[in-house]
């Protein structure tokens, strides 16, 4: 079963930037479809950033601009570049497939708290 963990969160001042990791226990480019999705308590999990297993990037509105997603098969690993962070960012940021069907147990999240 796909495994993932999440890495790379913080605390961060608005406008600063951080770059999150995703170790997956597969390869995936090229094969699945990949996701950010972040969390807020008593909310339900938004997708914020996409990359089709094609390369073709998606962002969530309040995200794009500032978010960039990337993938390096070489490590299996997925990045979350975040810049110009604003306190609605605050979240525990997770990765996993970006199809529901092929979506494996989320990790253990990466926390982001933006606050000055």
């Known amino acids: 079963q796909v495994q993932f963990v999440e890495s790379g969160g913080g605390v961060v001042q608005p406008g600063g930037s951080l770059r999150l990791s995703c170790a997956v226990s597969?390869?995936?480019?090229?094969?699945?479809?990949m996701g950010w999705y972040r969390q807020v308590p008593g909310k339900q999990r938004e997708l914020v950033a996409s990359?089709?297993?094609?390369?073709?990037?998606d962002y969530a509105g309040s995200v794009k601009g500032r978010f960039t997603i990337s993938g390096d098969n070489a490590e299996n690993t997925l990045y979350l570049q975040m810049n110009s962070l604003q306190p609605g960012g605050t979240a525990v940021y997770y990765c996993?497939?970006?199809?529901?069907?092929?979506?494996?147990?989320w990790g253990p999240g990466a926390q982001v708290n933006v606050s000055s």
């Open positions: 996993n497939m970006g199809q529901l069907i092929e979506r494996g147990p």
């Open positions: 597969i390869s995936f480019r090229g094969i699945y479809d």
């Open positions: 990359i089709s297993r094609g390369g073709i990037t």
